[in-house]
């Protein structure tokens, strides 16, 4: 299996994100320019890396614990598996897709709560106020409180931070494996596109075991 990326160097899934020396738009999953009819047409790697099926599309122990993840992994894996856009190597990315996606989406709640109760803070930050003393006009000294600056809520931090990563992820897996269209396999002979087409909807349509991946 040869690996090629910008400059020769390996590369492998990095929650999506771009390295430096990466030159052009991100790499698009070759499945899903196939289903496009490949517009830009241009050249394919015809020797792509294709995983088996998988072989089961019930949600791990991980993800079936959290009720929220599991209800998003069933929605969301099976349509992929159907199209050969999850496989059998995709198990890991996908599980912590889904379980970040639930976190985020519980965090965007709390923001929203907090939000209805203290409209002000839009749910993300709140005052650090100081205190100081000034001179009235009866030469009394007065307490007062002022912003010293604006702070930002655990939870939001955290809900950036889930929501960047869920669109690198989104942008890995394409939905899909987008960083699988970089990854070559040295075979016998040269695939054509007919053959490529071949491999991703006639094998990889179908879960592992199907009678019509045969």
Known sequence: ???????????GRSGGRRKMGD????????????????????????????????????APGEVSSDPRAKAIWDRLVPDLAKCGLARSVDWPLLTRYCLKLSRWIFLGEEIRRISAENPSSKG???????????????????????????AEFPWASEWRTLDRDLRADER?????????SRITVKGEGRKTEDDLRRDFFKRGSFLAGDKGAG
Do not use: H, Q
Request: net charge positive.
């Open 172 to 180: 890995a897996l394409g939905i899909s494996p987008a960083a699988r």
């Open 124 to 150: 993300t930050t709140y005052p650090i106020t100081e205190g100081y003393e000034e001179t009235g006009a009866d030469g009394k000294k007065i307490k007062r409180e002022r912003v010293k600056y604006v």
């Open 23 to 58: 030159r052009g738009p991100a790499p698009k999953a070759t499945a899903l320019k196939l289903i496009a009819g490949n517009p830009g047409k241009r050249e394919l790697n015809l020797d792509e890396a294709i995983p088996d099926p998988m072989a089961s599309v019930e």
């Open 1 to 11: 299996m040869t690996f090629t990326g910008g400059r020769g160097r390996v590369e």
